[in-house]
């Protein structure tokens, strides 16, 4: 069954009031977004239009009432069909004032007494405006309060709606055929770049919207770099391959990982992939209600420092997944957020062995009240090995 493509009203209407509510608790007269996933988030407003940097894209969430998108006159089409009434529009570029005093005015009129406006400034947020142009904002606005809402934002979207988990569980499956069926192509395609291509197109048959993220490659006895794109290096016998993807489908993530062994592999890199398959079960065990993200890295990180491994160079082992590639909370010793059920999450160990090659597995789960789900197909758990 394919997912119904965006959402019924009453999703955005939920996710409003559970800001609001938030907003109200924190004295936050409004929030302002000017980054693709919040915007979206509220307003189900989807385009590959932010790929272009050039003009800048507001939404205001005032503590009472429905959002209102300042938008550039281009995009007011495409924005009139979401559930936003109220689209207030500019010509846009407009290098003297890009939609500043149109923002400016918007604030004002959301803002109480308190003068307290929210946004996202912390860790995994971004300013996608001008700097120039906020400072500017700021300035004119003197007395008024830009405030960090950045746990308020990551509160509400950490935990996904059961629309949100289908469409990521989607793209999961698809995905998890693709790679399925890659022992049954990969001989026809000479090098890592026709490897690479080869999987785009198996992807977007099997109904993938975009793949937007594909890395890795493949080097004799093990590879040593995970987040390149592919080279044009002939694909050869003894080479072990690792293919890392996040494919889209309306406009949610899957982000996981598999490896395969050509020909034939040693019994090294075969040791390191089921040291690191028996880390990601270990994790799978820990993602639990009560535990938290840190419990998750600590489990997989025993199995992988009990067989030789030193976790944790890489600062995490798996993250939060949905609109965006990787999302909160991490896998990581620093972070203590506890599991709750409707959250999202990969799971990412890897591991160095024989000097500097690297193994890493990924899988993506939802964490239920009764236990984690595995929404991707479990990889094999010994090195796969392709033969002609």
Not at 101 to 129: A, D, H, N, Y
Not at 254 to 259: G, I, P, S, T, Y
Not at 333 to 351: A, K
Request: include cysteine.
């Amino acid at each position: 069954m394919i997912p119904e493509r965006g959402f019924p009203q009453i999703e955005f209407e939920q996710r409003l009031e559970k800001a609001q509510q938030l907003m109200n608790d924190s004295n936050l007269d409004v929030l302002f977004f000017c980054s693709e996933a919040e915007v979206r988030y509220f307003t189900g407003f989807l385009t590959q239009f932010w790929q272009s940097p050039t003009r800048p894209w507001f939404l205001c969430i005032p503590q009472k009432g429905n959002p209102v998108a300042v938008i550039p006159e281009i995009g007011a089409d495409c924005m009139g069909r979401t559930w936003i009434e109220d689209i207030r529009t500019w010509s846009s570029p407009h290098p003297e004032d890009d939609g500043i005093s149109l923002i400016q005015k918007t604030l004002e009129e959301f803002s109480g007494s308190s003068k307290t406006i929210g946004m996202p400034m912390g860790v995994e947020s971004v300013l996608r405006m001008p700097l120039t142009d906020f400072v500017t904002l700021q300035e004119q606005m003197k007395g008024f309060h830009f405030r960090d809402a950045t746990p308020l934002i990551r509160q509400l979207r950490m935990i996904k709606s059961e629309r949100e988990i289908e469409k990521i569980s989607h793209v999961c499956q698809m995905v998890s055929n693709v790679f399925e069926s890659l022992p049954e192509w990969i001989f026809e395609e000479p090098t890592e770049t026709d490897v690479f291509r080869r999987f785009k197109m198996e992807c977007l048959q099997q109904g993938v919207d975009d793949v937007s993220y594909l890395v890795g490659g493949a080097g004799p006895g093990g590879y040593s770099d995970i987040i390149s794109p592919p080279s044009g290096k002939k694909i050869t016998p003894g080479d072990v391959l690792i293919l890392d993807t996040g494919c889209v489908f309306d406009g949610y993530f899957c982000d996981f990982d598999r490896n395969y062994a050509l020909e034939h592999a040693d019994d090294a890199v075969r040791k390191a992939y089921r040291v690191v398959y028996q880390a990601t079960e270990a994790g799978f065990e820990a993602a639990v209600v009560g535990n938290t993200t840190a419990d998750v890295f600590q489990a997989m990180n025993q199995v992988l420092e009990s067989n030789g491994a030193k976790g944790g160079q890489v600062g995490r082992m798996g993250h939060g997944l949905g609109m965006q590639l990787t999302e909160w909370p991490s896998n990581a010793p620093f972070d203590h957020t506890m599991m709750e059920p409707g959250m999202v999450l990969t799971l990412e160990p890897g591991m160095q062995f024989s000097g500097n090659k690297l193994m890493v597995h990924e899988e993506n789960l939802v964490i239920r009240e009764d236990g984690p789900e595995m929404i991707t197909r479990r990889a094999s758990a010994e090195l796969p090995v392709i033969c002609r």
